[in-house]
């Protein structure tokens, strides 16, 4: 073996052994990402997608779904943030994920789910975070509202916190008094 296959050869080697390493302090794999109370559930969907036509139209990819022992479902979310907290936006997703699994499979998928957050610091830890989903109808009229806000047939309201209008691409257009 020439020296130079032999500093490839070794340096993939070095490669290997430190992407072990790293997955092991970050808790590779789904395990670690599982909050502590689906420790007896049964992963059943991993990265699945999901289409309605009624009550709505909904197209939904799931990031992961567990069945209880019971035989109902949880919807887990995975997210990479600086905030270790849920957003509405996944409280809204998670909703429309209920709603499409339902629908399609016949199943019932519980009221509450889990927003599993994996932070920047240098832990880089999962937390999870268990939030209370929309019902449908919910859901619904929060889709027709939406339709009707871009359809401009009704007013779009203003968000409920100011310091949410701080990204907003409408910012510069908005009458919203500072």
């Known amino acids: ?3 130079s296959a032999v500093y490839v050869l070794a ?9 072990r390493r790293w997955r092991c302090r970050l808790g590779s794999g789904e395990r670690a990402s599982r909050p502590r109370e689906l420790a007896n559930a049964e992963l059943i969907y ?8 009624e009550p709505i139209r909904l197209v939904a990819k799931v990031d992961r779904v567990y069945r209880l022992p019971g035989g109902s479902l949880v919807l887990v979310e995975l997210k990479t943030r600086r905030q270790d907290r849920p957003y509405l936006t996944d409280i809204i997703q998670l909703s429309a994920q209920r709603v499409a ?3 399609q499979t016949g199943e019932v998928v519980e009221p509450v789910a889990f ?3 994996l932070g920047p610091t240098s832990r880089r830890r999962w937390q999870s975070h268990q ?4 019902d449908e109808g919910q859901l619904i009229a929060l889709a027709q509202r939406r339709r009707a806000t871009l359809a401009l047939r009704t007013d779009p309201a ?4 100011v310091r949410a209008c701080v990204g907003c691409a409408f910012r510069a257009r908005c009458d919203r008094p500072e």
Request: proline content about 0%.
């Open 101 to 103: 699994i339902e629908h």
């Open 11 to 19: 340096g993939l080697v070095l490669v290997l052994w430190l992407v």
């Open 131 to 134: 939030v209370r989903l929309l």
């Open 46 to 53: 991993m990265e699945k997608l999901f289409r309605i036509e």
């Open 115 to 117: 927003v599993t957050v």
């Open 1 to 3: 073996m020439t020296s």
């Open 158 to 161: 203003y968000a409920t916190l």
